[in-house]
DNA sequence: TTGTAAGCGTTATCAG
DNA sequence: CTGATAACGCTTACAA
């Protein structure tokens, strides 16, 4: 192959061969009616001129591009990259190029991301982010854009979605809980601004303390688990107890980790379940008791159903993802 | 808006305003040489088709895509995904859109992503892949393709690379520590197929054992921290002592908990060192002697590099990023 | 200031 | 089986 002073094209190619632009075209799409010769000699000089070709003019000419858009938060959480890690394995089986957004927290952020996606022409989009509405994603969909939702329902003509069950888990485990210990006040550590998620667990939580008549707290922390740190070592001095729900497990491991620094027992007089559990769970000591979603899954499970929307074969349009609780040893049961 | 049959067409705006393409196109490039009247007329029709210009077609007519290629390896770690979270940060930023392409570690995949990325017509290229020999980085700069190696010496024409410090310091601490304890032999976890910096630091570790006389060992283990902890909790059952040095942390953190979870004391009998150090180190306990890098920042540098790259106007084309060693609860000194 | 028309690199529909 | 030629949706000289 040569050094190349310009981009080669299929002009080139047909020229060099003593083709026409269609034969060309033929080769490269391996189709039919093209004479094992003709092809031969075709390919022959593709490889010697070092032919590649453009993905924006078949695209243009196809109009499809091969191309998914993924939107995911900015957050450099554990679990948003296993997300992205399983659409992007399953996207390369099925030669699908992923062009990736990231919206940070504003609603004008997430405006600007929606006109990226309709004018960057994917063939569908995969969309993980609590700041896209409904009308967002409407949005999307009227202009032929197939979309998958992650984490919220949102079902559509050409739409479909993924959904989390943590709500009735937490429920679950938390009433039980408050049966078991009359004496306990519930902490839940809320996050500002982090999305549908946490507020549908924090109303799970308010409710069933409600409901049993409990007092509870809600308990503001910061995002990050090196200042929840530093924060609940002050905590720590002035309460040697607490029975504390995060978001995700590095905030749990973060008061786990106070607890344990302060000299506090974990779970004797301490407990810590985390929501979301990713590999932290597992790393800490003592393990942080969790509800586990396989979020890598989550992510190739997706990509298939977009694969069905593509090919309007997608008949589940909500799929339910029910997270396993995990007891681990930051709580007692 | 209306809800669209199909994509409008810079010609359907034209018409429906009753001006030309080019006065359209004007308007959407925010050019001069249009009356204000006019361009609030365009702008209105624009508004109520719903129009968006076609990204593909723009890139075709222009040459310039706005998107740059991204290559990462599959492999779902915290340091890569903090290097993405950093492109995706300054690309953002800059406007450009990001094509996400991952390796598997087969040389066979990695040239069909070279293929893709040449083909995908990207503005340029930022490549954090281990698969990837300098030969292929040519080919894709040999198709005008700017391109920034992270992780890897490679130097050309549209071309820079940066590249992390970790033997120097490696080779310090670790001579240091031989120094300090004759009686130790150091054991440097080997995994299988891990890429250049395994195989650079493994060389700088045996390269100082050598030269100072030691005895030393390589331990293979898997690339699974989980497998990594069983396979230790069955090698302290017969060895209670140990310095370990682990390419990343949450292999790191397997072995420290093997050992606590032996009964072993982290550092007293068993210490361990980890190369790439993240979020991890901090949060078991011991927490994590290691050599940082702020990955994140390594990203936003590479993207910083790639634009000025762009234009024509990178200097340094090689970055040298130093890892800092952070003594921590794993190891004695 | 506005419009016309020739590209950009393909695919696809025809005839031949 | 092969070759013209018209799309695809946009930009951009060049004219008007």
Known sequence: MENLKERVTIYE???????SLATVSRVINNQGNVTQKTREKVQATINRLGYKPSGLAQALATNKSTTIGVVIPRANYVYISSVLNGIAEVAKEKGFII???STSHSKQDAISVVKKIITSHVDGAIIFDDELEEEDIQQITSYYVPTIVINNKVEGDRCGCVVFGYEHNLKNILSQKLENDKEITPVFLHVHDCGRLLARTEKAFVSVC??????????????SSSRTYLDFKEY?????????????????AAIVNAATDSGLKVPEQVEVLSLIGTKYA??????????????????RRSMHMLMDLLKNELEKKTYRIESVYCKRGSTKE
Chains 1, 2 share one sequence.
């Open 99 to 101: 062009s990736l957004f």
């Open 210 to 223: 409600k409901e049993m008549n409990r007092e509870y707290a809600v308990l503001n922390v910061d995002d």
């Open 13 to 19: 190619v047909a020229k060099a061969s003593g083709v």
């Open 282 to 299: 597992n790393i800490t000591r003592p393990t942080l008791s969790s509800f586990d979603i396989d979020m890598q899954d989550v992510g």
């Open 236 to 252: 720590f001095k002035k309460h040697n107890s607490g029975y504390f729900v995060a978001y995700r497990d590095s905030i749990a």
